[in-house]
Structure formats: structure tokens, C-alpha cells
């Protein structure tokens, strides 16, 4: 299973790791994860974990408003990473898939 590090940062008062792969259930699964003091000073809790789904039919969607060939899951992953490359990869993919009527379930725990 391929997975792609969309953004990665260590300091000492924070690991933030956000990656986007295919799941073995086909589902484009964004994976996000920030923990550390300022995570702490901001949720209240050290660990902030944040996930995006989505079901394979609506990933289908992704390679037409992408130009990527139709099942090019690798392809698909990597152009998502120089898109989404950023600090603000969760928020600005989910800003994406909204304005794409792209449907997905999301899930954040503090």
C-alpha cells in the first residue's frame, strides 16, 4: 500500500504528520495526526488526529478534475501531493471537496 506524506514538521513542541493512500478497501484515506505541548495548549489534549474518507466511487471523481488516466491510483496520489503540500493540506482538501461535490466522511478527535 502506497502511502504519500503530504506534510511532515518535528519540532520540539510539535509532530505534525498528514498522508493520503488507498486503504484496502479502496477507500482515499487522509490520515493526519498532530501531537505535542502546543497541541495540548490549544485542543486541551496532546494528540489531534484528523481523517478524511473516501468511498471509491466518488475517488473516481478525483482523476477527471485532476487529468489523471482513470484508475492511476498512484498517479492520483501524487498529484493530490503537489496540490495539497502544505500546513493546511486537511483543510484546503476538504475545501476542495466540497466545491467539487465530492462526497467523504471526515472524522477529528482531540
Known sequence: ????????????DIKISMKIYFNEKGQLYFDG?????????YCGDSDYEYI???????????????????GDQSAL?????NR????????????FMREN???FGSFTRP
Open 52 to 70: 478524511y474518507t473516501v468511498e471509491p466511487e466518488e475517488v473516481n471523481k478525483f482523476y477527471n478534475l485532476l487529468s489523471i488516466r482513470d
Open 101 to 103: 461535490n465530492i462526497k
Open 84 to 95: 495539497f503540500s502544505v500546513n493546511k493540506a486537511y483543510s484546503l482538501f476538504g475545501v
Open 77 to 81: 496520489l501524487q498529484e493530490i501531493k
Open 1 to 12: 500500500m502506497e502511502k504519500v506524506i503530504l506534510f511532515y514538521l518535528e519540532r520540539p
Open 33 to 41: 495526526h498532530d501531537v505535542g505541548k502546543s497541541v495540548e495548549e
